[in-house]
């Protein structure tokens, strides 16, 4: 029996929706259901073609039309993959990192690889059918990334709440562990703790080594 196969699109590079469309919008099988370019945009897509079977998204995506700054990743999917629960998703991004890779996989979606991966773009029907059909797709490059995030988790131990402190330290240079602390809805006394924890298991002693250790590793971007 054929499938009938619904992509969402969020993706905020013309040129990219447009490869897209291209490798997707004239098969028999596959229809492309609705496009967002920012993440406000992307559950009204979803609400008005609630049988949308997959969706195709970019790590860097802007909040909405006005505010472009680019969306909490590691907030943003666990609330996608909550409130649409039969929906697949597949990262297709330029972020390389072995820690952001492994933790939006870890969050839960069917499939990841790098936007210049010609071989995947080229064979994309075929993996959108796939992820579908209940597999899942992770080419050897995206897993080498896997395993190298692995290692360094072991290494250092980082949890997903500390690593969250600091790239928002790294976000946000400027701003004191109390507005940290009100961006990420937690007491002040808990980014202390967090990153003193984070100092411990990194091995330095200030926030400015913590950065650049964990970017250096990938932990962070």
Same mark, same amino acid.
């Given at each position: 029996?054929?499938?009938?196969?619904?992509?969402?699109?969020?993706?905020?590079?013309?040129?990219?929706?447009?490869?897209?469309?291209?490798?997707?919008?004239?098969?028999?099988?596959?229809?492309?259901?609705?496009?967002?370019?920012?993440?406000?945009?992307?559950?009204?897509?979803?609400?008005?073609?609630?049988?949308?079977?997959?969706?195709?998204?970019?790590?860097?995506?802007?909040?909405?039309?006005?505010?472009?700054?680019?969306?909490?990743?590691?907030?943003?999917?666990?609330?996608?993959?909550?409130?649409?629960?039969?929906?697949?998703?597949?990262?297709?991004?330029?972020?390389?990192?072995?820690?952001?890779?492994?933790?939006?996989?870890?969050?839960?979606?069917?499939?990841?690889?790098?936007?210049?991966?010609?071989?995947?773009?080229?064979?994309?029907?075929? &993996? $959108?059918?796939?992820?579908?059909? !209940?597999? +899942?797709?992770?080419?050897?490059? =995206?897993?080498? *990334?896997?395993? /190298?995030? &692995? $290692?360094?988790?072991?290494?250092? !131990?980082? +949890?997903?709440?500390?690593?969250? =402190?600091?790239? *928002?330290?790294? /976000?946000?240079?400027?701003?004191?562990?109390?507005?940290?602390?009100?961006?990420?809805?937690?007491?002040?006394?808990?980014?202390?703790?967090?990153?003193?924890?984070?100092?411990?298991?990194?091995?330095?002693?200030?926030?400015?080594?913590?950065?650049?250790?964990?970017?250096?590793?990938?932990?962070?971007?």
């Amino acid at each position: 029996m054929s499938l009938n196969i619904k992509v969402a699109i969020l993706e905020d590079h013309y040129s990219i929706i447009d490869s897209y469309i291209m490798r997707l919008g004239n098969l028999d099988d596959i229809e492309i259901s609705g496009i967002a370019k920012n993440a406000e945009d992307l559950d009204a897509v979803l609400i008005q073609n609630p049988s949308t079977n997959i969706l195709i998204l970019d790590l860097s995506i802007p909040i909405s039309s006005t505010n472009h700054e680019y969306i909490k990743i590691l907030q943003y999917l666990p609330h996608i993959i909550e409130k649409y629960p039969n929906l697949d998703i597949l990262v297709i991004s330029l972020v390389d990192q072995p820690h952001m890779i492994k933790a939006v996989v870890d969050a839960g979606i069917s499939g990841y690889f790098i936007k210049d991966d010609e071989q995947s773009i080229i064979n994309l029907p075929k &993996i $959108v059918r796939n992820i579908v059909s !209940g597999q +899942t797709y992770f080419p050897d490059k =995206i897993r080498k *990334k896997i395993n /190298e995030a &692995i $290692v360094n988790q072991k290494n250092f !131990g980082l +949890t997903a709440r500390q690593l969250e =402190i600091l790239s *928002k330290c790294a /976000e946000f240079p400027n701003a004191s562990n109390e507005q940290i602390a009100i961006m990420a809805g937690i007491s002040h006394s808990t980014v202390r703790t967090l990153l003193s924890e984070s100092y411990m298991r990194l091995q330095v002693h200030t926030k400015i080594a913590a950065l650049t250790k964990a970017k250096s590793l990938g932990l962070i971007t």
